[in-house]
């Protein structure tokens, strides 16, 4: 009979084999790690929103200040999501706490991909250069950038875009036009 310690040994030995093999066979451009001297990569026109707690959908040609506020709304909902997880984690939290934390980490999810999903639409939609949206409690804010001023059939089709992701919420449609550099 083999002992505990023989048993061990041989399972952390076919694992790193398992690992090395993996490591060796996979992409090198899909570790987070690696030559970050060499930018040459080119980023993709609609934004990688696959994953929107690490990707800050970025489109050419769009507004550093979008940028910027994407970042810190992804920052804010990501702190929030640690302190949700927190609390799942918590042996003294009672199984109520537990389970309205994961409620809320979902809507965070869920507003987050909605949210996604709405920029990518209006984008799409028209000749915008950039578009922001942000999901507050009771209002859902759009900030788009474009070269000439939103007609109201525009403000129309982005508001009902809105409605059809997030139902009837007050929507508040802002223009501004492009950053001069």
């Known amino acids: 009979m ?3 310690q023989t048993v061990w040994l041989l399972t952390m030995l076919s694992l790193m084999i398992v690992l090395s093999v993996y490591y060796m066979t996979s992409n090198p451009n899909d570790f987070a790690y690696g030559d970050l001297g060499d930018n040459n990569e080119t980023e993709p026109a609609s934004g990688d929103t696959t994953n929107t707690d690490v990707d800050v959908n970025v489109t050419p040609g769009g507004d550093e200040v979008f940028a ?9 909902r990501g702190k929030k999501k640690e302190r949700l997880e927190t609390v799942v984690a918590s042996s003294t939290a009672s199984a109520e706490e537990k389970k309205q934390a994961l409620a809320e980490m979902d809507t965070i999810d869920e507003i987050t991909t909605k949210e996604t999903i709405l920029e990518e639409s209006i984008l799409a939609s028209a000749e915008y250069q950039d578009v922001l949206v942000r999901h507050d409690d009771d209002i859902v ?14 403000v129309v089709n982005i508001m009902q ?13 802002n223009y501004q036009p492009p950053t001069e550099s």
């Open 2 to 4: 083999l002992k505990k």
């Open 68 to 76: 910027t506020l994407r970042m810190e709304l992804q920052d804010e």
């Open 161 to 173: 875009l809105v409605r059809d992701e997030f139902g009837d919420i007050p929507v508040d449609v």
């Open 141 to 154: 804010h759009v900030h788009v950038i474009m070269v000439d001023d939103l007609s109201k059939t525009e």
